[in-house]
């Protein structure tokens, strides 16, 4: 739903150069990353998994270097706060064990690093924001149907829903994968990766919160100071 909504546009205004970029930036983010993302929620939940994948956003500040950015100095205390917040997390209320969710999240984190710099080399080589939005999600399109396929849970595809909740589904891809995925490109594209990733660093603590107030997740006091301090991290590695 997403492609086709940003194919038209694509065309219109061109997808510029860069293309190969955004197309390996898809399969690498939003069919790996986001995978490992949603194997990890389902092993802790997404008041847990969300914090400890958003380190993903201080690591893209230690890898801007490599797509032509500033990296201050101030990271590497961000880097630390970093790890006692993932620490923490990973220690947080509860019977289950973590070890496997911290896993795939972290993993989850790594993969979208390396999706997001992507993103910058293919603005940076004159890619469009809707041509490399478009080429991104396209590729996970695929990619993902192909794995389906492979593994055949393509016949898992979940049947009976009704036309209120397909049309839900419908506004959650086109206003997630197509508008906000071009608004990121966007945003990275005018004031670099290393800036843009901070916009999201809300994320991990605003996903405890609504989980409690949902009455969806309990989150403990452990979880709540992870979070709380991963996000502080990532907020000091940009206004230092």
Same mark, same amino acid.
């Not at 993903?56 to 205390?77: D, I, K, R």
């Not at 989850?108 to 890619?127: K, M, S």
């Not at 009455?215 to 000091?236: F, M, Q, T």
């Given at each position: 739903?997403?492609?086709?909504?940003?194919?038209?546009?694509?065309?219109?205004?061109? #997808?510029?150069?860069?293309?190969?970029?955004?197309?390996?930036?898809?399969?690498?983010?939003?069919?790996?990353?986001?995978?490992? #993302?949603?194997? @990890?929620?389902?092993?802790?939940?997404?008041?847990?998994?969300? =914090?400890?994948?958003?380190?993903?956003?201080?690591?893209? &500040?230690?890898?801007?270097? $490599?797509?032509?950015?500033?990296?201050? $100095?101030?990271?590497?205390?961000?880097?630390?706060?970093?790890?006692?917040?993932?620490?923490?997390?990973?220690?947080?209320?509860?019977?289950?064990?973590? +070890?496997?969710?911290?896993? *795939? +999240?972290?993993?989850?984190?790594?993969?979208?690093?390396?999706? &997001?710099?992507?993103? /910058?080399?293919?603005?940076?080589?004159?890619?469009?924001?809707?041509?490399?939005? #478009?080429?991104?999600?396209?590729?996970?399109?695929?990619?993902?149907?192909?794995?389906? %396929?492979?593994?055949? /849970?393509?016949?898992?595809? =979940?049947?009976? #829903?009704?036309?209120?909740?397909?049309?839900?589904?419908?506004?959650?891809?086109? @206003?997630?994968?197509?508008?906000?995925?071009?608004?990121?490109?966007?945003?990275?594209?005018?004031?670099?990766?290393?800036?843009?990733?901070? %916009?999201?660093? %809300?994320?991990?603590?605003?996903?405890?919160?609504?989980?409690?107030? *949902?009455?969806?997740?309990? =989150? @403990? /006091?452990?979880?709540?100071?992870?979070?709380? %301090?991963?996000?502080?991290?990532?907020?000091? +590695?940009?206004?230092?």
């Amino acid at each position: 739903m997403s492609a086709v909504v940003l194919a038209a546009p694509a065309i219109l205004l061109g #997808f510029g150069a860069g293309l190969e970029y955004s197309i390996l930036s898809g399969v690498i983010t939003l069919a790996v990353g986001d995978s490992l #993302f949603l194997l @990890s929620i389902g092993e802790m939940g997404a008041s847990i998994a969300t =914090p400890v994948a958003y380190t993903y956003v201080l690591f893209v &500040q230690l890898t801007a270097t $490599t797509v032509g950015e500033n990296v201050p $100095t101030a990271n590497f205390l961000a880097a630390l706060m970093v790890i006692v917040g993932v620490f923490l997390v990973s220690r947080g209320g509860g019977t289950k064990p973590r +070890a496997r969710g911290v896993a *795939l +999240a972290v993993a989850g984190a790594l993969v979208w690093t390396v999706g &997001q710099d992507l993103i /910058r080399v293919a603005t940076n080589a004159g890619g469009s924001a809707v041509g490399v939005a #478009f080429g991104r999600v396209i590729a996970a399109s695929v990619a993902l149907f192909a794995a389906a %396929l492979v593994t055949g /849970r393509v016949k898992a595809w =979940p049947r009976g #829903f009704t036309r209120r909740e397909y049309c839900f589904l419908a506004l959650v891809a086109v @206003s997630d994968l197509a508008v906000g995925s071009l608004l990121y490109v966007y945003s990275i594209s005018l004031v670099g990766v290393a800036v843009t990733v901070i %916009l999201t660093s %809300l994320s991990p603590l605003l996903t405890q919160i609504l989980s409690k107030a *949902l009455g969806k997740e309990s =989150p @403990s /006091r452990l979880d709540y100071s992870g979070g709380a %301090l991963i996000v502080a991290a990532v907020v000091l +590695a940009v206004i230092l």
